[in-house]
C-alpha cells in the first residue's frame, strides 16, 4: 500500500474512523431495530418503513405474555433482529405498571395498531435498552399515536424530554411530536445500557406507546472528520 503521498490528515482521519467503528461494539453503524410492541392477537408485525428504514425492513413484534386487558406488560423482551434479520442482542425492558393497550385495525399506518399503555394513575414508567455495546451512538424514533385523542406520551432520555401529543384519533401519517418523537445522539452507558422514562403526555389520562426504531449512528466528530477526510484528499489530487 502506498502511503507515501497520502495527505496526514487524511490518515488521521481514517484513523480515527476506524476507532469510532470499532467503539460501536457488536452493532454496525447504519443498523436499525424497529420494535412493534403487542398484545397476543394483534395485527401482523409491520414490515418496510416506518419514519426511516426501507421496503423490505423487517420488525420485531414485543408481544405481552397476557391479552387481557391492562394486564402486566412489564419485563425484559430480547432476541431483537436488525431490520435484515440478523440478531442484535439487544433486548427491551419495562418496569413500573406498564400494561396490555390493545389493538386498533381502523389506523393507518400499521405500527399504530397495536401499543402497550400506562394507566392513568401510573405516575411514570422505566425503559431500558441493554446489549447494545458499551458506547454505542444511536438514534431513537419512539410512536405514541392513534386510539383516543389526548393519548399521548413524554420520554425523557439524556438530559432531554421529548413528547407526542397524540392529537388525532386516526393516524394516516408519521407526524414528528404528534404520533412519534425522534431522540439524537444517545450513548450507551459503559455496560451498553440506555435507560428513560415514560410518562403521560397529558397528567391523568392513558398514554400509549406503539413501537420504537433504534437506529444505530456514528460519532458527530467522526462524520466530521471523513468529511475533512476526503477534502483533504480532493485537495491533494488538483
Same mark, same amino acid.
Request: some cysteine; proline content about 4%; glycine content about 14%.
Given at each position: 500500500?502506498?502511503l507515501k503521498?497520502?495527505?496526514?490528515a487524511?490518515?488521521?482521519c481514517?484513523a480515527?474512523?476506524g476507532s469510532a467503528a470499532? +467503539?460501536?461494539?457488536?452493532? *454496525?453503524i ?5 420494535v ?8 401482523p408485525?409491520? /414490515?418496510?418503513?416506518a419514519?426511516i428504514?426501507g421496503l423490505?425492513?423487517?420488525?420485531n413484534?414485543?408481544?405481552?405474555? /397476557?391479552?387481557a386487558?391492562? *394486564?402486566?406488560?412489564?419485563? %425484559? #423482551?430480547?432476541?431483537?433482529?436488525? /431490520?435484515?434479520?440478523?440478531? +442484535?442482542?439487544?433486548s427491551?425492558a ?8 390493545g389493538i386498533d ?8 395498531? %397495536? +401499543? ?11 425503559v431500558?435498552? +441493554?446489549?447494545?455495546g458499551?458506547g ?6 419512539? #410512536? /405514541?399515536g392513534g386510539y383516543? $385523542?389526548g ?10 424530554s421529548?413528547?407526542a401529543?397524540n392529537s388525532?384519533?386516526v393516524e394516516? $401519517?408519521?407526524?414528528?411530536n404528534?404520533n #412519534?418523537v425522534?431522540?439524537a445522539?444517545l450513548?450507551a452507558?459503559?455496560s451498553g445500557?440506555? $435507560?428513560?422514562?415514560?410518562?403521560a ?6 398514554s400509549?406507546f406503539?413501537?420504537?426504531q ?10 466530521l472528520l471523513?468529511?475533512?477526510g476526503m477534502?483533504a484528499?480532493l485537495?491533494?489530487?488538483?
Amino acid at each position: 500500500m502506498k502511503l507515501k503521498n497520502t495527505p496526514l490528515a487524511a490518515l488521521t482521519c481514517a484513523a480515527l474512523l476506524g476507532s469510532a467503528a470499532l +467503539s460501536q461494539g457488536a452493532l *454496525s453503524i447504519g443498523d436499525i431495530i424497529s420494535v412493534n410492541l403487542a398484545i397476543p392477537g394483534d395485527a401482523p408485525a409491520p /414490515s418496510g418503513a416506518a419514519v426511516i428504514g426501507g421496503l423490505t425492513d423487517t420488525w420485531n413484534q414485543v408481544v405481552t405474555p /397476557s391479552a387481557a386487558w391492562e *394486564s402486566s406488560a412489564d419485563g %425484559s #423482551y430480547s432476541g431483537l433482529n436488525t /431490520s435484515t434479520g440478523a440478531a +442484535s442482542g439487544v433486548s427491551l425492558a419495562f418496569a413500573g405498571g406498564v400494561t396490555a393497550h390493545g389493538i386498533d385495525n381502523s389506523q393507518g399506518p400499521d405500527v399504530f395498531k %397495536s +401499543s402497550f399503555g400506562l394507566k392513568p394513575n401510573v405516575p411514570s414508567a422505566t425503559v431500558t435498552l +441493554s446489549g447494545l455495546g458499551a458506547g454505542t451512538i444511536v438514534d431513537l424514533y419512539l #410512536y /405514541s399515536g392513534g386510539y383516543v $385523542t389526548g393519548e399521548g406520551a413524554t420520554f425523557n432520555f439524556g438530559t432531554g424530554s421529548f413528547t407526542a401529543t397524540n392529537s388525532v384519533s386516526v393516524e394516516t $401519517t408519521y407526524t414528528l411530536n404528534d404520533n #412519534y418523537v425522534k431522540i439524537a445522539g444517545l450513548v450507551a452507558d459503559g455496560s451498553g445500557n440506555i $435507560t428513560g422514562t415514560w410518562t403521560a403526555a397529558t397528567s391523568g389520562n392513558y398514554s400509549t406507546f406503539n413501537g420504537a426504531q433504534i437506529a444505530v449512528v456514528p460519532e458527530p466528530s467522526s462524520a466530521l472528520l471523513g468529511g475533512l477526510g476526503m477534502l483533504a484528499l480532493l485537495r491533494r489530487r488538483r
